[in-house]
């Protein structure tokens, strides 16, 4: 692993390079070599590019919530390379963000609706299920303070449902869902606020946590047999591909990961194996699927092995390993 280590310090991003030192190496924030490349970060223009997006939050009304050139995507990336609300340039789109919360607690974005939803057409400031990426962004950027923000998680823990989460909506939307049963779990919804809910660590055992891993777990376990909200495992499903945004096998395990209860599950240990087999000769990681919008950066090229997926991956095993250390730790301990 050292070998692949130093590849990763030697990439010239610095994003994974502030992260390779933080996540893996475990160094200190206040450490200099970590505050290097994560000023670097912040200067660079990929990184400017992303964070003048936010700030013309809401950019336009979007269509679809997959849509990988949306700003909400610019802020879940910033956030994933560790840019904070308090950061040079954050404070417009932040509160361009904030200002927009329905009545149940939940940020609204703005959406071109269509007839079908409650018979409102047009564009509209509204929520559904799936905008639940702004509340990770927000919380992983350092908000969770913020009453707005305890606002919104308050809403997401309060429509957790035995069997997990399922398609919801602003009550403006009246009785819309999604394209599967009402009673059913929608797998991208339990990803989205699984991630929020992975950044408060005293919500890592909750109830909530484990009816939404289960309801993940349970549907890999029935992959090929059942789909749910149209969404289903199959070769797609397997690709590796970044940013997370949508239900496919390294946005569902790295959010899984979070969770030390389901470490040792067959199911999310075979998870954790189907990306991990797809490592080349030299132990790295090359996307392939790729988001068009992303076009130029690493982990959207499908010919050349990425370091911030690579990162992505070994994460996700750092964070077995260091359970597991933990586990055999207290067991002397006890």
């Not at 936010?54 to 979007?62: C, H, L, R, S, V």
């Not at 969404?231 to 899984?256: C, E, N, S």
């Amino acid at each position: 692993m050292d070998k692949q280590i130093q590849w990763l310090l030697n990439s010239a991003e610095p994003w994974t390079r502030y992260r390779t030192l933080a996540d893996l190496l475990e160094y200190p924030e206040d450490d200099p070599e970590v505050q290097d490349n994560r000023q670097e970060m912040l200067g660079h223009p990929k990184v400017q590019a992303l964070i003048a997006k936010t700030a013309d939050w809401p950019g336009y009304a979007i269509k679809r919530h997959n849509d990988a050139k949306h700003p909400v995507y610019a802020l879940t990336t910033l956030a994933d390379f560790g840019v904070r609300a308090d950061d040079p340039g954050m404070t417009p789109g932040i509160e361009a963000v904030l200002a927009h919360q329905s009545p149940e607690g939940m940020f609204e974005t703005y959406t071109h609706l269509y007839k079908r939803f409650a018979g409102i057409d047009g564009e509209h400031w509204t929520w559904m299920a799936c905008d639940a990426p702004i509340l990770y962004a927000l919380l992983a950027m350092g908000l969770a303070e913020d009453q707005r923000v305890q606002r919104a998680l308050d809403c997401v823990l309060g429509t957790v449902q035995i069997n997990g989460w399922r398609c919801n909506a602003s009550r403006m939307l009246g009785n819309f869902k999604g394209p599967g049963p009402r009673e059913a779990p929608c797998p991208v919804v339990n990803v989205l606020n699984l991630r929020a809910i992975s950044t408060i660590p005293h919500l890592i055992n909750s109830e909530a946590a484990r009816n939404g891993t289960e309801m993940l777990l349970k549907h890999w376990g029935q992959r090929g047999q059942i789909k749910h909200f149209l969404f289903g495992i199959g070769t797609d499903f397997r690709k590796l591909k970044y940013p997370l945004i949508w239900y496919d096998i390294l946005h569902a395990t790295d959010v899984l990961s979070h969770f030390p209860f389901v470490h040792d599950d067959p199911r999310f240990l075979e998870m954790v194996s189907t990306i991990t087999g797809q490592a080349d000769a030299d132990g790295r990681y090359t996307a392939n699927s790729m988001y068009m919008a992303w076009k130029g950066w690493s982990f959207a090229n499908k010919k050349e092995p990425s370091p911030w997926l690579t990162l992505l991956v070994y994460r996700i095993q750092n964070r077995l390993k260091t359970q597991k250390q933990k586990s055999v730790q207290q067991g002397r301990i006890s």
